[in-house]
């Protein structure tokens, strides 16, 4: 097997250049809901025909089996190849990039075999320890340093809490632990015929664990949190890839023996740059079953320096976070754990018949006219006020209150938390920066899109983007192997902001903001 990197000539860009029809990208997307594969051009065009996808479950506790996830991701990559097989004869594969959800945390035994389940985000079982450990840090006036120093809040949703947990709880669980991997780096670990993988800095900064001053593990917490440096994979940027599969995956995937794997991102990353959100002039708004806004800033430490001595990044705005995309590119912004779940759920829990006459109800009424206030935390607190304790809350019912003004008012809810963040994002963007919205809860909601543009009086374009992730993940590719960029995708619809309702909404985010103070800040 060879070690290549982006820059070898084992990978040649300038023939790579001519974007033949034959040069493929194969994409894979670890999601929390499912797994997803797909062959893209060179010039960053998806072929429709390859993409295949299984759906995946989380168990009650948030973890993942990862043995099902394992066989879900080879049946997709083996399927998409067999699809790609039927449109060419000899299909070549110039690379291969991945996403995966953020963040993903296992751990494996010397062969490389998984000796935990795969540890997510939506951990439920860590809160006591991520609010001792906060408790700490505090006390010891360490909290904002360690804040700005791994660009993460101490929270449930990232690996220190979770360690902790792990070592209170479950330390023969831990002793079984040779390595720590991301799912993805335990892939190409099985696949390579190794027992562990380089993690990308993106990976890294999912867990909270990473450095962002020298884009490595953050000794202090590592060692706060009981892990030793000799179970950590070596941090590198997406860009070194590793080419040579062992058997029998060479041997099923013939077409991808020797192609350049690269390391995996967190799947946000992947979302900005499907988006066409590359830069500051564009904030990706994502609402799916969770939802997110982000943006793209240049590394300002970068330089000829070695990583040691550079002098700090620049701050993480307070609430939010910063992951590394590439030792070049910083992902900054915040996630909230209910989007399109918030509306599923009253969905079922309204006993709701008639979708369509429940959200025309909704958009009949005016702004904040329903008379509730809604925290709406169903599955906890993520940015900006990280309380892991947070529970959905409905303040102002009455005889008079409709299914319709629930919805309305949890549309309205989860935009004023969307404009906590970009009020906070703002200071960092250059003027007219565009908020670009996309993920399934939006794609067909009129009303919310234009509910998101009052509150944050901004417009909101939607776009016409199908597989955003993935398509970001073949855009990292193209940038590693220096093709051509690709096109950013249409605007299909724009939400244009209305004053008079901007007005209401301030009013409706302080009345939020003092029923969360009352309810959680002083809890």
């Known amino acids: 097997m060879t070690e290549v990197t982006s820059g070898d000539r084992e990978v040649d860009p300038s023939r790579n250049n001519e974007s033949s029809q034959h040069d493929l990208i194969l994409t894979v997307d670890l999601g929390s809901s499912s797994v997803r594969a797909s062959a893209y051009l060179s010039n960053g065009t998806r072929l429709e025909e390859t993409t295949v996808f299984r759906n995946t479950r989380q168990s009650a506790d948030g973890t993942f089996d990862p043995r099902i996830l394992t066989e879900l991701t080879e049946e997709v990559i083996s399927d998409c190849l067999a699809r790609a097989r039927i449109l060419a004869d000899s299909p070549r594969f110039i690379a291969a990039a991945w996403t995966s959800f953020a963040m993903s945390w296992l751990g494996v035994d010397r062969a490389g075999r998984p000796v935990t389940p795969v540890y997510t985000y939506s951990d439920a079982r ?61 892939l190409l670990a099985r696949w390579r015929g190794q027992p562990h993988a380089p993690v990308s800095n993106s990976e890294v900064g999912w867990t909270g664990l990473l450095n962002r001053r020298t884009l490595t593990w953050d000794e202090q917490l590592v060692r706060r949190v009981g892990v030793e440096p000799r179970q950590l994979p070596t941090v590198l940027d997406y860009t070194s890839a590793t080419a040579g599969l062992a ?17 995996a991102v967190g799947d946000g990353v992947g979302a900005n740059l499907g988006s066409g959100c590359s830069d500051n002039t564009r904030i990706a708004l994502t609402i799916g079953t969770t939802g997110a806004m982000r943006v793209v800033l240049p590394n300002e430490s970068h330089s ?68 509730l206030t809604i925290l709406p935390f169903l599955r906890g607190e993520r940015a900006p006020g990280w309380a892991t304790e947070a529970s959905l809350s409905i303040s102002g019912i009455s005889p008079a209150t409709t299914p319709g003004h629930i919805v309305r008012a949890a549309f309205e809810a989860v935009a004023l938390r969307f404009r906590l963040i970009y009020d906070r994002l703002a200071p960092l963007l250059p003027p007219c920066t565009e908020i670009v919205a996309s993920g399934g809860a939006l794609e067909d909601n009129d009303l919310w899109r234009q509910i998101l543009a009052d509150v944050i009086q901004t417009p909101v374009h939607l776009i016409d983007v199908v597989e955003a992730t993935s398509r970001g993940a ?17 605007t299909v619809r724009t939400s244009l902001p209305d004053k008079d309702a901007g007005v209401a909404y301030a009013a409706a985010l302080r009345r939020q903001q003092e029923l969360y103070d009352r309810i959680i800040a002083r809890s």
């Not at 360690?146 to 220190?160: D, K």
């Not at 058997?247 to 390391?263: I, N």
């Not at 620049?314 to 918030?342: F, I, K, M, N």
């Not at 073949?474 to 249409?490: C, E, H, R, T, V």
């Open 126 to 186: 860590s809160g006591t320890f991520a609010d001792g450990l906060r408790q700490e840090l505090l006390q010891q006036g360490n909290l904002e340093d360690t804040w700005q120093r791994t660009g993460t809040p101490i929270h449930t949703a990232y690996a220190p809490a979770q360690l902790l947990r792990l070592a209170a709880e479950e330390p023969g669980t831990l002793r079984l632990v040779a390595y720590w991997q991301t799912l993805a780096a335990s």
């Open 247 to 263: 058997d029998p995956w060479a041997s099923m995937w013939p077409e991808l023996a020797h192609t350049p794997f690269f390391l």
């Open 304 to 371: 000829n320096e070695p990583v040691a001595e550079r002098n700090g990044v620049q701050p993480t705005p307070a609430g939010l976070w910063s992951y590394p995309v590439d030792s070049e590119r910083w992902l900054v912004g915040g996630s909230l754990t209910d989007g399109g779940s918030l509306f599923a759920w009253l969905h079922e829990s309204l006993a709701v018949k008639d979708t369509v006459a429940v959200l025309a109800s909704a958009a009949e009424l005016a702004p904040d006219a329903h008379g």
């Open 474 to 490: 073949a855009i990292l590719a193209m940038q590693a192997l220096d093709l051509p960029p690709a096109p950013n995708p249409p």
